[in-house]
Protein backbone atom coordinates (compact mmCIF):
# COMPACT_ATOMS: atom_id res chain seq x y z
CA UNK A 1 0.00 0.00 0.00
CA UNK A 2 1.19 3.57 -0.71
CA UNK A 3 1.67 5.26 2.61
CA UNK A 4 4.41 7.71 2.79
CA UNK A 5 4.52 7.30 6.45
CA UNK A 6 3.64 4.40 8.17
CA UNK A 7 0.09 3.87 9.41
CA UNK A 8 0.38 4.53 12.99
CA UNK A 9 -2.90 3.38 15.32
CA UNK A 10 -3.13 3.63 19.60
CA UNK A 11 -4.49 1.06 20.76
CA UNK A 12 -6.39 0.28 24.35
CA UNK A 13 -6.93 -2.76 26.07
CA UNK A 14 -9.07 -2.91 29.54
CA UNK A 15 -10.88 -5.94 28.92
CA UNK A 16 -9.54 -8.14 32.23
CA UNK A 17 -7.39 -6.62 34.88
CA UNK A 18 -4.57 -5.10 32.86
CA UNK A 19 -5.11 -1.28 32.09
CA UNK A 20 -2.63 -0.74 28.88
CA UNK A 21 -2.14 1.14 26.03
CA UNK A 22 0.09 0.93 22.91
CA UNK A 23 0.75 2.98 19.95
CA UNK A 24 1.84 0.51 17.01
CA UNK A 25 2.56 1.31 13.06
CA UNK A 26 2.06 -0.87 10.07
CA UNK A 27 5.93 -1.35 9.18
CA UNK A 28 5.43 -4.20 12.54
CA UNK A 29 6.63 -1.48 14.55
CA UNK A 30 5.94 -1.28 18.19
CA UNK A 31 6.25 2.48 19.22
CA UNK A 32 5.04 2.11 22.89
CA UNK A 33 3.47 -0.43 25.03
CA UNK A 34 2.14 0.11 28.31
CA UNK A 35 0.95 -2.01 30.64
CA UNK A 36 -0.51 -1.49 34.48
CA UNK A 37 -1.51 -4.69 35.75
CA UNK A 38 -3.88 -4.39 38.82
CA UNK A 39 -2.56 -7.48 40.47
CA UNK A 40 -2.36 -6.05 43.85
CA UNK A 41 -5.91 -4.93 43.63
CA UNK A 42 -7.18 -7.99 43.22
CA UNK A 43 -5.13 -10.49 45.00
CA UNK A 44 -7.08 -10.01 48.31
CA UNK A 45 -9.87 -11.59 46.73
CA UNK A 46 -8.13 -14.52 44.66
CA UNK A 47 -9.50 -13.49 41.70
CA UNK A 48 -10.13 -10.60 39.60
CA UNK A 49 -13.40 -7.98 40.87
CA UNK A 50 -15.21 -6.44 37.81
CA UNK A 51 -16.39 -3.93 39.86
CA UNK A 52 -12.77 -2.96 41.46
CA UNK A 53 -11.24 -3.53 37.66
CA UNK A 54 -13.56 -1.33 36.06
CA UNK A 55 -12.93 1.68 38.58
CA UNK A 56 -9.32 0.95 38.64
CA UNK A 57 -9.56 1.38 34.32
CA UNK A 58 -11.21 4.33 34.84
CA UNK A 59 -8.73 5.50 37.58
CA UNK A 60 -5.51 4.87 35.26
CA UNK A 61 -6.68 4.79 31.56
CA UNK A 62 -5.95 8.77 30.51
CA UNK A 63 -2.47 8.52 32.43
CA UNK A 64 -1.39 5.28 30.91
CA UNK A 65 -2.54 6.43 27.56
CA UNK A 66 -0.22 9.69 27.73
CA UNK A 67 2.52 7.73 28.50
CA UNK A 68 2.38 5.75 25.68
CA UNK A 69 1.83 8.80 23.73
CA UNK A 70 5.38 10.07 25.17
CA UNK A 71 6.70 7.27 24.76
CA UNK A 72 5.99 6.99 21.04
CA UNK A 73 7.31 10.78 20.83
CA UNK A 74 3.15 11.01 18.76
CA UNK A 75 0.73 13.38 19.56
CA UNK A 76 -2.81 11.90 19.55
CA UNK A 77 -3.57 14.17 16.17
CA UNK A 78 -0.85 12.60 14.53
CA UNK A 79 -1.94 8.67 14.39
CA UNK A 80 -4.43 7.26 11.89
CA UNK A 81 -6.80 5.25 14.26
CA UNK A 82 -7.94 4.60 17.87
CA UNK A 83 -8.62 1.00 18.46
CA UNK A 84 -10.03 -0.32 21.71
CA UNK A 85 -11.04 -3.69 22.56
CA UNK A 86 -14.80 -3.92 22.12
CA UNK A 87 -15.22 -7.75 23.96
CA UNK A 88 -15.56 -10.25 24.54
CA UNK A 89 -14.81 -9.30 28.90
CA UNK A 90 -15.76 -7.63 31.81
CA UNK A 91 -18.20 -5.10 30.69
CA UNK A 92 -17.45 -2.42 32.91
CA UNK A 93 -13.31 -1.93 32.04
CA UNK A 94 -14.28 -2.69 27.96
CA UNK A 95 -17.32 0.30 28.14
CA UNK A 96 -14.09 2.71 29.59
CA UNK A 97 -11.97 1.54 27.21
CA UNK A 98 -14.52 1.97 24.31
CA UNK A 99 -15.61 5.29 25.50
CA UNK A 100 -12.26 7.11 26.01
CA UNK A 101 -11.42 5.48 22.65
CA UNK A 102 -14.37 6.82 20.98
CA UNK A 103 -13.90 10.56 22.44
CA UNK A 104 -10.27 10.62 21.56
CA UNK A 105 -11.15 9.85 18.18
CA UNK A 106 -14.17 12.45 18.04
CA UNK A 107 -12.00 14.85 19.10
CA UNK A 108 -9.09 14.34 16.89
CA UNK A 109 -11.95 13.37 13.91
CA UNK A 110 -9.62 9.66 13.43
CA UNK A 111 -11.34 6.87 12.57
CA UNK A 112 -12.30 4.57 15.68
CA UNK A 113 -11.94 0.98 15.59
CA UNK A 114 -13.49 -1.79 17.87
CA UNK A 115 -11.57 -4.90 18.27
CA UNK A 116 -12.26 -8.09 19.24
CA UNK A 117 -9.83 -9.55 22.03
CA UNK A 118 -9.78 -12.59 20.59
CA UNK A 119 -8.87 -11.76 17.07
CA UNK A 120 -6.17 -9.17 18.83
CA UNK A 121 -4.69 -12.34 20.42
CA UNK A 122 -4.88 -14.42 17.25
CA UNK A 123 -3.56 -11.59 14.93
CA UNK A 124 -0.39 -10.99 17.17
CA UNK A 125 1.60 -13.78 15.48
CA UNK A 126 2.01 -11.12 12.44
CA UNK A 127 3.00 -8.38 14.06
CA UNK A 128 6.15 -10.20 15.95
CA UNK A 129 6.80 -13.13 13.16
CA UNK A 130 4.80 -11.63 10.29
CA UNK A 131 3.36 -15.27 9.97
CA UNK A 132 0.87 -15.30 6.34
CA UNK A 133 -2.62 -16.48 6.25
CA UNK A 134 -3.50 -19.00 6.67
CA UNK A 135 -2.14 -20.18 9.79
CA UNK A 136 -3.16 -22.71 12.62
CA UNK A 137 -4.03 -21.19 15.47
CA UNK A 138 -4.20 -22.88 19.11
CA UNK A 139 -5.85 -19.73 21.33
CA UNK A 140 -5.29 -20.75 25.24
CA UNK A 141 -6.39 -17.98 27.64
CA UNK A 142 -7.85 -17.18 30.75
CA UNK A 143 -11.93 -17.49 29.34
CA UNK A 144 -10.81 -19.89 26.18
CA UNK A 145 -9.14 -23.15 24.45
CA UNK A 146 -9.80 -23.05 21.25
CA UNK A 147 -8.27 -24.95 17.97
CA UNK A 148 -9.01 -22.20 14.76
CA UNK A 149 -7.90 -21.84 11.11
CA UNK A 150 -7.25 -18.04 10.53
CA UNK A 151 -8.22 -17.29 6.99
CA UNK A 152 -7.75 -13.65 7.23
CA UNK A 153 -8.58 -10.37 8.79
CA UNK A 154 -12.10 -11.26 10.66
CA UNK A 155 -12.38 -14.93 8.60
CA UNK A 156 -12.09 -18.18 11.33
CA UNK A 157 -12.79 -21.54 10.90
CA UNK A 158 -13.56 -23.19 13.88
CA UNK A 159 -11.67 -26.79 14.79
CA UNK A 160 -12.07 -27.59 18.02
CA UNK A 161 -12.86 -25.61 21.33
CA UNK A 162 -13.49 -26.75 25.40
CA UNK A 163 -16.66 -28.56 26.45
CA UNK A 164 -16.39 -27.48 30.12
CA UNK A 165 -13.56 -25.07 31.40
CA UNK A 166 -11.26 -22.36 29.90
CA UNK A 167 -7.62 -23.99 30.22
CA UNK A 168 -6.27 -20.43 31.77
CA UNK A 169 -9.60 -20.90 34.20
CA UNK A 170 -7.89 -24.27 35.03
CA UNK A 171 -4.41 -22.94 36.00
CA UNK A 172 -6.04 -20.82 38.53
CA UNK A 173 -8.38 -23.12 39.88
CA UNK A 174 -4.94 -25.38 40.58
CA UNK A 175 -2.98 -22.96 41.91
CA UNK A 176 -5.96 -22.08 44.18
CA UNK A 177 -6.18 -25.28 45.22
CA UNK A 178 -2.28 -25.71 46.00
CA UNK A 179 -2.19 -22.31 47.98
CA UNK A 180 0.26 -21.32 45.20
CA UNK A 181 -1.59 -17.42 45.13
CA UNK A 182 -2.53 -15.93 42.43
CA UNK A 183 -2.24 -15.43 39.06
CA UNK A 184 -2.57 -19.42 38.95
CA UNK A 185 -0.89 -19.56 35.97
CA UNK A 186 2.47 -18.29 36.25
CA UNK A 187 2.63 -19.91 40.33
CA UNK A 188 1.64 -23.30 38.73
CA UNK A 189 4.57 -23.53 36.09
CA UNK A 190 7.20 -22.12 39.12
CA UNK A 191 6.17 -24.77 41.44
CA UNK A 192 6.27 -27.18 38.76
CA UNK A 193 9.88 -26.57 38.11
CA UNK A 194 10.51 -28.26 41.50
CA UNK A 195 7.90 -31.09 41.32
CA UNK A 196 7.94 -34.71 39.58
CA UNK A 197 5.02 -35.13 36.98
CA UNK A 198 5.45 -38.80 37.08
CA UNK A 199 4.56 -38.68 40.97
CA UNK A 200 0.50 -38.44 40.57
CA UNK A 201 -1.52 -40.02 38.08
CA UNK A 202 -3.65 -37.89 36.48
CA UNK A 203 -5.73 -37.95 33.89
CA UNK A 204 -5.53 -36.77 29.69
CA UNK A 205 -9.53 -35.78 28.92
CA UNK A 206 -10.29 -36.64 25.95
CA UNK A 207 -6.44 -37.56 24.76
CA UNK A 208 -7.10 -40.47 21.59
CA UNK A 209 -10.40 -39.23 20.64
CA UNK A 210 -11.00 -38.79 17.36
CA UNK A 211 -11.43 -34.57 16.52
CA UNK A 212 -10.34 -31.35 18.30
CA UNK A 213 -12.04 -30.70 21.08
CA UNK A 214 -10.97 -30.00 25.10
CA UNK A 215 -12.19 -30.84 28.38
CA UNK A 216 -10.22 -29.89 31.64
CA UNK A 217 -12.59 -30.52 34.51
CA UNK A 218 -12.16 -33.96 34.83
CA UNK A 219 -8.53 -33.15 35.62
CA UNK A 220 -9.26 -30.58 37.70
CA UNK A 221 -11.49 -32.77 39.94
CA UNK A 222 -8.58 -35.52 39.63
CA UNK A 223 -6.11 -32.81 41.35
CA UNK A 224 -8.28 -31.91 43.92
CA UNK A 225 -9.04 -35.61 44.92
CA UNK A 226 -5.16 -36.31 44.68
CA UNK A 227 -4.83 -33.45 46.82
CA UNK A 228 -7.14 -34.80 49.70
CA UNK A 229 -5.78 -38.41 49.56
CA UNK A 230 -2.99 -36.86 50.78
CA UNK A 231 -4.59 -37.09 53.85
CA UNK A 232 -3.14 -33.43 54.92
CA UNK A 233 -2.78 -29.48 53.67
CA UNK A 234 -0.12 -30.38 50.71
CA UNK A 235 3.47 -29.65 51.62
CA UNK A 236 5.38 -27.39 49.50
CA UNK A 237 6.86 -30.63 47.70
CA UNK A 238 3.48 -31.97 47.24
CA UNK A 239 2.24 -28.45 46.02
CA UNK A 240 5.16 -28.80 43.46
CA UNK A 241 4.41 -32.53 42.12
CA UNK A 242 0.76 -31.72 41.96
CA UNK A 243 1.15 -28.60 39.78
CA UNK A 244 4.21 -30.82 37.44
CA UNK A 245 1.75 -33.41 36.97
CA UNK A 246 -1.01 -31.09 35.84
CA UNK A 247 1.31 -28.97 33.49
CA UNK A 248 2.18 -32.47 32.05
CA UNK A 249 -1.59 -33.42 31.62
CA UNK A 250 -2.59 -30.30 29.92
CA UNK A 251 0.72 -30.38 27.83
CA UNK A 252 0.15 -33.85 26.87
CA UNK A 253 -3.68 -33.18 25.99
CA UNK A 254 -2.76 -29.93 23.86
CA UNK A 255 -0.50 -31.91 21.71
CA UNK A 256 -2.83 -34.41 21.02
CA UNK A 257 -4.96 -31.99 19.69
CA UNK A 258 -3.16 -29.94 18.18
CA UNK A 259 -1.99 -33.16 16.46
CA UNK A 260 -4.97 -34.07 14.84
CA UNK A 261 -5.55 -29.88 13.69
CA UNK A 262 -2.09 -29.76 12.09
CA UNK A 263 -3.82 -32.76 9.84
CA UNK A 264 -7.13 -31.27 9.17
CA UNK A 265 -5.45 -28.14 8.51
CA UNK A 266 -3.70 -30.25 6.12
CA UNK A 267 -5.83 -31.48 4.16
CA UNK A 268 -7.87 -27.89 4.10
CA UNK A 269 -4.52 -26.65 3.42
CA UNK A 270 -2.19 -29.02 1.57
CA UNK A 271 -0.09 -26.55 -0.62
CA UNK A 272 0.62 -24.16 2.24
CA UNK A 273 3.55 -24.95 4.76
CA UNK A 274 1.68 -25.62 8.04
CA UNK A 275 2.23 -23.13 10.63
CA UNK A 276 0.89 -23.38 14.70
CA UNK A 277 0.54 -20.33 16.58
CA UNK A 278 0.15 -20.39 19.82
CA UNK A 279 -1.60 -17.23 21.51
CA UNK A 280 -3.05 -16.06 24.88
CA UNK A 281 -1.68 -16.12 28.49
CA UNK A 282 -1.63 -19.75 28.72
CA UNK A 283 1.28 -19.80 25.55
CA UNK A 284 3.49 -18.05 28.05
CA UNK A 285 3.76 -21.02 29.57
CA UNK A 286 7.55 -22.25 28.60
CA UNK A 287 6.53 -26.09 29.69
CA UNK A 288 3.52 -25.98 27.44
CA UNK A 289 5.51 -23.66 23.97
CA UNK A 290 8.20 -26.84 23.99
CA UNK A 291 5.47 -29.30 23.90
CA UNK A 292 4.06 -27.57 21.25
CA UNK A 293 7.05 -27.20 19.05
CA UNK A 294 7.86 -30.73 19.34
CA UNK A 295 4.67 -31.73 18.32
CA UNK A 296 4.48 -29.36 15.22
CA UNK A 297 8.24 -30.39 14.25
CA UNK A 298 7.24 -33.97 14.57
CA UNK A 299 4.58 -32.92 11.76
CA UNK A 300 6.63 -30.89 9.48
CA UNK A 301 4.82 -27.20 10.49
CA UNK A 302 6.67 -24.88 12.55
CA UNK A 303 5.21 -23.18 15.63
CA UNK A 304 5.10 -19.91 17.02
CA UNK A 305 4.70 -17.85 19.82
CA UNK A 306 4.62 -14.18 20.77
CA UNK A 307 7.21 -13.33 23.31
CA UNK A 308 4.84 -13.82 26.50
CA UNK A 309 4.76 -10.31 27.69
CA UNK A 310 2.72 -10.04 24.25
CA UNK A 311 0.99 -13.20 24.74
CA UNK A 312 -0.71 -12.01 28.13
CA UNK A 313 -2.73 -9.50 27.83
CA UNK A 314 -1.39 -6.51 26.08
CA UNK A 315 -2.17 -3.26 23.85
CA UNK A 316 0.32 -3.31 21.48
CA UNK A 317 -1.79 -6.38 19.82
CA UNK A 318 -5.10 -4.39 20.09
CA UNK A 319 -3.22 -1.72 18.34
CA UNK A 320 -1.98 -4.41 15.72
CA UNK A 321 -5.29 -5.83 15.21
CA UNK A 322 -6.63 -2.00 14.27
CA UNK A 323 -3.99 -1.76 11.79
CA UNK A 324 -4.92 -5.00 10.21
CA UNK A 325 -9.05 -3.97 10.40
CA UNK A 326 -8.53 -0.50 8.86
CA UNK A 327 -6.08 -1.71 5.93
CA UNK A 328 -8.47 -4.44 5.45
CA UNK A 329 -12.25 -2.65 5.39
CA UNK A 330 -14.04 0.15 6.95
CA UNK A 331 -13.62 1.67 10.53
CA UNK A 332 -16.39 1.14 13.47
CA UNK A 333 -18.90 3.78 13.84
CA UNK A 334 -19.42 5.92 16.82
CA UNK A 335 -22.38 3.86 17.94
CA UNK A 336 -20.69 0.15 18.20
CA UNK A 337 -21.77 -0.95 22.06
CA UNK A 338 -19.51 -3.07 23.70
CA UNK A 339 -19.83 -6.85 24.04
CA UNK A 340 -19.67 -8.61 27.30
CA UNK A 341 -19.81 -11.61 24.54
CA UNK A 342 -18.17 -11.87 21.31
CA UNK A 343 -16.86 -14.82 19.43
CA UNK A 344 -14.96 -14.94 16.76
CA UNK A 345 -17.59 -16.84 14.57
CA UNK A 346 -19.48 -13.54 14.77
CA UNK A 347 -17.19 -11.23 14.22
CA UNK A 348 -17.40 -11.64 9.71
CA UNK A 349 -21.12 -11.33 9.88
CA UNK A 350 -20.56 -8.07 12.53
CA UNK A 351 -18.47 -6.53 9.96
O1 LIG B 1 -4.84 -13.75 27.65
P1 LIG B 1 -4.86 -13.47 29.11
O2 LIG B 1 -3.82 -12.56 29.68
O3 LIG B 1 -6.27 -12.90 29.52
C1 LIG B 1 -7.43 -13.38 28.92
O4 LIG B 1 -7.77 -12.91 27.80
O5 LIG B 1 -8.04 -14.31 29.52
O6 LIG B 1 -4.83 -14.89 29.86
C2 LIG B 1 -4.86 -14.95 31.25
C3 LIG B 1 -4.67 -16.40 31.67
C4 LIG B 1 -4.80 -16.59 33.17
O7 LIG B 1 -5.65 -17.70 33.42
C5 LIG B 1 -3.37 -16.88 33.62
O8 LIG B 1 -3.29 -17.71 34.76
C6 LIG B 1 -2.81 -17.57 32.38
O9 LIG B 1 -3.35 -16.83 31.31
N1 LIG B 1 -1.35 -17.53 32.35
C7 LIG B 1 -0.58 -18.65 32.35
C8 LIG B 1 0.77 -18.20 32.39
N2 LIG B 1 0.76 -16.82 32.37
C9 LIG B 1 -0.55 -16.44 32.34
N3 LIG B 1 -0.91 -19.95 32.35
C10 LIG B 1 0.11 -20.84 32.40
N4 LIG B 1 1.42 -20.50 32.45
C11 LIG B 1 1.79 -19.19 32.45
N5 LIG B 1 3.07 -18.84 32.50
ZN1 LIG C 1 -6.51 -12.07 26.66
Not at 147 to 168: F, S
Not at 225 to 233: I, M, R, S, T, V
Amino acid sequence: MGYMIPMRVLGIETSCDETAAAIVSDDRTILSNVVLSQLDDHRPFGGVVPEIAARAHLEHLDSIIARARDEAGIELGALDGIAATGGPGLIGGVIVGVMTAKAIAAARDLPFIAVNHLEAHALTARLTDDVAFPYLLLLISGGHCQLLIVEGVGRHVLLGTTMDDAIGEAFDKTAKLLGLGFPGGPAVEAAARDGDPARFRLPRPLKGRAGCDFSFSGLKTAVRQAALDLGHDPTAQDAADLAAGFQAAVADVLTDRCRHALAEFTTRHPDVPPVLVAAGGVAANQTLRSALTTVSEAQGASMVAPPPALCTDNAAMVAWAGIERLRTGAPDTLDFRPRPRWPLAELHAAQ
